[in-house]
């Protein structure tokens, strides 16, 4: 098989993908939606729009302090991107069903684990991003909609165009992404594979243990190790 190497700066600004298999995205269905109205005014266009500017206009100010410096880029993710994506709510979908049978604190530890995983190892893609390699398409999903799709499309370096679609969800603290197909595969589906084969194989404290090492999500999906 296959698989994506996706991080959470990609998932929000589409600079790189591995080969992956197609797949489209799970329905949304560990928890439903909830119903309350967004806390933020933001519409779910503008939750992408204003994250990419927000981190372009800081990376701007000075490019080559943040090459130097991995941590100040780590700072930028946590600031201007993680807010918006509902970490708790994709590393449920990413488990399927084991996060039904896990304990609380495998729930938390495998949330946290991710969460920093994400921070972690993937924000340095982030750096020579520029604004005129992304287009982001206006969304006119219903007003009352809870589940949102927003259509971009970004330019890599050699060219080509890519669609990327953000799939995000309304809750009481606004509008959240909760995945993201890169031209057709979903890293939601994609991890939920990959961690799914190696929770059978191994376990999932110990596919937490590697998560909380600083493991890479895709590196965890490449080889089943013995259960401990």
């Not at 990609?10 to 298999?21: M, R």
């Not at 729009?49 to 880029?73: C, H, I, S, T, Y």
């Not at 520029?130 to 330019?155: F, M, S």
Request: aromatic content about 8%.
């Amino acid at each position: 098989m296959r698989h994506a190497t996706v991080a959470l700066a990609t998932l929000w600004l589409g600079l790189g993908l591995a080969g992956a298999q197609a797949q489209a995205p799970p329905a949304a269905q560990a928890e439903g939606a909830p119903a309350a109205s967004a806390a933020s005014g933001e519409g779910p266009t503008e939750v992408v729009q204003n994250a990419a500017q927000g981190m372009l206009g800081e990376l701007d100010k000075d490019r080559d302090a943040f090459r130097r410096d991995p941590e100040k880029v780590r700072q930028l993710v946590d600031k201007y991107l993680l807010p918006h994506f509902d970490t708790q709510y994709s590393a449920t979908l990413v488990l399927g069903r084991h996060w039904r049978t896990a304990t609380p604190e495998q729930r938390k530890r495998f949330v946290d684990a991710f969460y920093q995983s994400l921070l972690n190892n993937y924000g340095s893609a982030l750096v020579d991003f520029t604004a005129e390699r992304l287009k982001i398409y206006p969304n006119k999903a219903d007003p009352d909609a809870k589940l949102v799709t927003v259509r971009t499309e970004v330019k890599r370096a050699n060219g080509d165009r890519v669609a990327v679609n953000y799939y995000l969800r309304r809750t009481p603290q606004g509008w959240k992404a909760w995945d993201v197909v890169i031209d057709g595969i979903s890293y939601v589906n994609s991890y939920r594979t990959d961690f799914g084969e190696q929770i059978e194989a191994q376990g999932l404290d110990a596919v937490i243990k590697r998560l909380e090492s600083g493991e890479r999500p895709e590196a965890i999906g490449r080889q089943a190790g013995r259960k401990s």
